[in-house]
């Protein structure tokens, strides 16, 4: 069964409060310890000392009577009370044992660090089953295993081995949740550049708790303005898919970094916390849709995410470029124009001030090449740059520094923060040089958190505009309906066209023949020209076997292809049950496109639009949504690919009728939404979209479902 | 003039002996000083205090005695013997005189420093026009202006008046030539990361001296092994490409940033060098041939290049990811299949040797994934390291480090420079982490060269894969034949036509007729159907004006279908001049593609192929090369489009007959080459490919000539 199903099956996800997990007033250790470099002792230090942690901590040990001046338990049973957090740091033999104990004593949160499951294959799998079991019948959360824990940096709080939990704790609005330990830590290191996380999930092989699970936590907390995601894979989809837009309504933007796209990656996310990665083109597509900002590394995850918590866009910035290296400036305008963002134009005012306080070689426009004499003269950096943040049509200022000239490049540093703290126009510098001087650090100082390359500045900025003019209808939810899983039915194209026909998909005047003469009356009835297909379940490609005949103009013609149709195929394909002949009115010219539908394994059914024909193929030039399918992102898929210019009439050809083809998509998805449960597959290759006014034709159908269709309307 | 002809024009390009300019023996300081901070006294400094100078230095200056204990010149004329070089750092005003005067010294190389003339416009540009003049008459070579001059580190000589020439000096293999000043300093400054440059020259507004000239010194450089730029525009193509395949055969890898490729860009570098930039596609389609390793940006320059000197590629490696974090491995392998290159498929032995050293839940498979454990117990790491790195199908190891520890990492740190010590295979290890600890510091001091993201580790290594199956044809230089700026002339089709089938080119058999019975004898002469053509050079679009008849299959219809063009074409354009009607045989079915020769500004005539029609034009899908084409480039040409595929047949398609294409793009390229000084436009649209052993037609040629063809034949 594909993970769409597993929260009717599990029964696990949903909304969960998270607030005595990250907030506990109990935390048992399970297999604490005094043994230097121990986990057990790591996890007593991050806690007793690292910490600060105001409520009960109760140690549990087998062999210890005390530990840290606090006396240990044998076992969580033992306990005065149920804890809020047990966390386990048991070997993994143990750990289902102890998790049943913790469960029996009502413990709210497990977090099982121990590895050595999922990832290692079946047997793992199953012991991961029987946690989930026991979650389930008891109502215990689990969280993990193979995790490092978690910790609350707002509150100074650490549920985890780490020995570098004490060294990186920087708070901040970043709400952060990975699926893997590492990159969560290297992402909590950019507090070297200023960037600060309140929050940090890392949740392993998630048996129960998932990274979607602490997206919507954290679009509750107040403390968080922006959420950063790693995924290795996505358990539930449909649950990401509602966390994401339940933190977009709140007005957090959630950046995430999907792992697992390429099949060398998909390979090693299996082994590494055993997720199962879907397509990636469909994760994008899924990503885009539900207001998630895709990166493509952690660098940039850090950069974008950074960037939002500085300053929410619009979607309209435009950008002035700054600096005082002309390469640099060049560098940056010309990575501003690739990212396909627009320079500012600036005022007649800023202009003159501008051009007032430089030198007379400077360029003045915009980019602004202030030259190298802002490194001495400090105050015309200041004036200058003051004058361009202030512009009003200045939405940001990336600003280049190639490299570090010591104290003069600190001078320039404390004068870019002096400008930010008196303007809202956010300042983006892009640190070039790998010599990180104290110019460097008055930015980090300043809150500028300065991006590594121009590059990296640019690709932040792109995806933190393009945010800014997504838009999302409110209240909208993917299907999310898992697959009956009943028996698999090909059905035939005239039972196909009749079901969508009866949802208001456009399909040709037809009926079924059975003999020549009913091909001929049929014919007679939809109008000549028509073409005649033989119905057969089991035959995909029908012109191979000589079941197509096209252009028939005339009584004549239709029987002979009639009978032509009912010898060539039984000849050529013997084993297909033949159910007549379709016989269909043939539509004008106009342009064909295809609209497909699949179940993603991971998020549900999917919408795939795309012009027809090999080239498009060639060129992967289609778009996608997740069903349903609102008219608006109808319209929206309808102009994503490139090859849209064709629909709406480029170098002199016809516009065709895009409104009636929306409707059709529109009326593909309310089929599919009514029989969400069986639709596994559904194409319509070619559409065939007439000039604007004047329609569009459903030519093909292949329907694909779990049991009967009947059976849902 | 096109700057392809600025070699003819000038006489200044050519190959330069710059020995005596990175090497002198004698050094003028115009404008020497001793005022702290002044330009003067930072550039006696850097000669003098911080250089390993041994030749004789001149300070001139017309207000003092002495200066740093020496005795000044009140000028260049008073000095007792030519300089070697003068460098000039005197206001711009005073320029022109001052280089007067060295020229006049018999000075062998200027150094002008001074800003202010062509990024200013049109009066910088004529000042810049005389200073090539001053250079042509003298024989003196001018570096500059608007330069920060040059260093040669594996000297330890600096001719420049940066303050920080004392703090950026760490030597090495790379020959790093800039247009611009503070993107150079930034390359400088990846010495953090142990990138080591022996040479680096900033040519600024390159009145003689170009980018060029150095790409070429460094090629004879023993001390260079890697070739580094950034160029704002290219000022004489063909000699570009020229020094970059000098280096080529001498096994000297050129890595470029090309700026100004945005039309922001291309905007911001006029400002800045007063550089032409030509078209963008342009420039990376002959840096590819000319096996100029292109980059987009600073650090992807500094990683790239650094890789390059560690080792050559084969083309061949295949790629093992091996790391302490299952994200990070994810990551790396998911960046190795994005980056379309391949994982490493390890032996028996190497499998049985990690796993016997790795603990069991470790991943043994590329990626290898060896956990945490590794950070505790280096020993392992160092083991299975080591045994990768042996394995005989790894041509590198990606090294993704999420994250700093500490002493943890600075053991892992030292145990991978250990390995590389051990091994040819390079590691290249990805510090993620913005915390440099002293992990980082091992790396680099082992000379690893860490790269910052896993997406920069992958780029760097697919241009040195890449590179590794670059291959040049031996001698193979560009036409890089200036217009001769004759009168331009648009021929006929049928002129164009013969003149192309003179070169071997197919063209239809046909004859002009300018009656209806000679268009008769032709169309019987060449063979029905025949297609009818209106001969107007005036006239670009003939379908629009009635003046194309096809599918002409008989007498009646060849002389209807003449009488009509020639009533109709006259109605619609009584300005043009009508030569009489083109008779063609008609072609049968193929594909049809186009073939298009135009002049670039900067490199001179350029050859475009792609597929013909509307979607082609919407993916930019074509490839490009500079003329003249071999056989070998020719079919490359071809096979580069992703439309190639249909020529190679795809889903049933039949096979186009790609070697008849490649003896038309190589006779078409005979006739450029025959005509070079007055090509300056050809465009085959379309030329129909016959299924595989029927040939090629071009079915329709428009030439446009600077002057008459018939002259240089």
Redesign the interface.
């Known amino acids: 069964m594909g993970a769409a199903g597993s929260e009717a099956a599990t029964g696990l996800v949903g909304r969960v409060d998270l607030s005595r997990l990250v907030n506990p007033s109990s935390v048992a250790i399970i297999g604490a310890s005094d043994r230097p470099?121990s986990l057990g002792s790591r996890t007593v230090a991050n806690l007793l000392d690292h910490s600060d942690f105001t409520g009960t901590a109760y140690l549990i040990s087998r062999s210890k009577k005390t530990i840290h001046d606090l006396p240990c338990y044998q076992s969580v049973l033992d306990l005065p009370e149920s804890p809020d957090v047990a966390l386990l740091v048991v070997p993994a033999a143990q750990t289902l044992s102890v998790l049943r104990e913790c469960a029996l004593k009502g413990t709210r949160f497990a977090i099982v660090f121990t590895?050595?499951f999922g990832?290692?294959g079946e047997e793992g799998k199953r012991a991961e089953a029987e946690m989930a079991q026991i979650g389930r019948e008891s109502g215990m959360r689990i969280y993990g295993p193979n995790s490092p824990g978690l910790c609350n940096l707002n509150r100074r709080l650490g549920l985890m081995f780490s020995?570098?939990f004490h060294?990186d704790q920087f708070a901040g609005p970043i709400g952060l949740a990975?699926?893997?330990?590492?990159?969560?830590?290297?992402f909590?290191?950019?507090?070297?550049?200023g960037?600060g996380v309140g929050l940090w999930a890392s949740t392993g092989n998630e048996v129960d708790l998932t990274v979607a699970d602490f997206i919507r936590h954290y679009a509750d907390d107040d403390a968080i303005t922006v959420i950063a995601s790693?995924m290795?894979g996505v358990k539930d989809g449909p649950a990401f898919v509602d966390a994401a837009l339940y933190a977009a309504e709140r007005g957090k933007p959630v950046i995430a970094?999907k792992?697992?796209?390429?099949?060398?990656?998909a390979?090693?996310?299996a082994?590494?916390?055993g997720s199962l990665s879907g397509a990636a083109e469909v994760n994008s597509a899924v990503f885009r849709q539900a207001g998630v900002v895709e990166v493509?590394?952690?660098?940039?995850l850090?950069d974008t995410a950074a960037l939002f918590a500085r300053k929410r866009p619009t979607g309209r910035e435009r950008i002035a470029?700054y600096g005082?290296?002309?390469?640099?400036?060049?560098?940056?305008?010309?990575?501003?124009?690739?990212a396909g963002l627009e320079?500012a134009e600036f005022s007649d005012k800023t202009l003159a001030r501008v051009r007032e306080v430089l030198p007379d070689?400077a360029?003045v426009?915009n980019?602004v090449?202030a030259?190298?004499d802002i490194l001495?003269r400090t105050e015309i950096g200041y004036e200058s740059l003051r004058a361009v943040a202030d512009d009003p049509d200045v939405g940001l200022v990336l600003y280049p520094f190639?490299?570090?000239?010591?104290e003069?490049t600190e001078a320039i540093g404390a004068s870019i923060a002096q400008v930010q703290r008196e303007t809202e126009t956010p300042i983006l510098p892009v640190w070039?040089?790998?010599?990180?001087g104290p110019g460097y650090d008055e930015l980090v100082k300043g809150g500028l958190v300065p991006v590594?390359?121009?590059?990296n500045g640019t690709a932040a900025l792109r995806r933190w505009v393009e945010r800014g003019r997504w838009t999302h209808q409110e209240g909208w939810r993917p299907l999310g309906v898992a697959s009956s899983g009943g028996e698999r039915i090909v059905h035939t194209e005239p039972t196909a066209k009749e079901l969508l026909g009866r949802h208001g998909v456009p399909v040709p005047a037809s009926g079924v023949a059975t003999t020549a003469d009913e091909a001929v009356a049929v014919a007679e009835r939809v109008g000549y020209p028509v073409v005649l297909k033989v119905v057969s379940a089991q035959i995909t490609h029908k012109s191979d076997v000589g079941g197509v005949a096209v252009g028939l103009a005339d009584a004549g013609q239709v029987r002979a292809a009639y009978h032509r149709i009912r010898e060539a195929v039984p000849a050529a394909r013997p084993d297909a049950e033949v159910g007549g002949v379709l016989v269909e009115a043939m539509a004008s010219a106009g342009l064909d496109v295809l609209v497909g539908v699949s179940r993603d394994p991971v998020f549900g059914q999917v919408v795939t639009f795309g012009l027809g024909?090999?080239?498009?193929?060639?060129?992967g030039?289609v778009s996608r949504r997740l069903l349903p399918l609102t008219p608006d992102q109808a319209r929206a898929l309808v102009d994503e690919p490139?090859?849209a210019?064709?629909l709406h009439g480029?170098?002199g050809?016809e516009p065709g009728d895009v409104d009636a083809l929306v409707d059709l998509l529109v009326n593909v998805s309310r089929f599919v939404e009514a029989n969400a449960a069986v639709v596994d597959e559904l194409e319509l290759n070619p559409v065939r979209v007439l000039p604007a006014g004047q329609g569009v034709v459903a030519l093909d159908a292949v329907l694909v479902t779990a049991g009967s269709v009947e059976a849902t309307q």
């Open positions: 470099g590895s050595g990832e290692m020995p570098s060294l990975t699926q893997g330990g590492g990159i969560g830590r290297c909590l290191q950019a507090m070297e550049r960037v790693t290795e970094l792992v697992g796209r390429s099949d060398y990656g390979r090693a996310v082994s590494h916390t493509d590394d952690m660098d940039e850090i470029v005082f290296s002309g390469g640099g400036c060049a560098l940056g305008a010309d990575a501003v124009g690739n320079l070689y360029a426009a980019p090449d030259t190298s001495t190639p490299c570090d000239y010591e003069l070039m040089s790998d010599r990180l590594r390359s121009v590059r024909g090999v080239l498009v193929e060639l060129f030039d490139r090859c210019a064709l480029v170098r050809g």
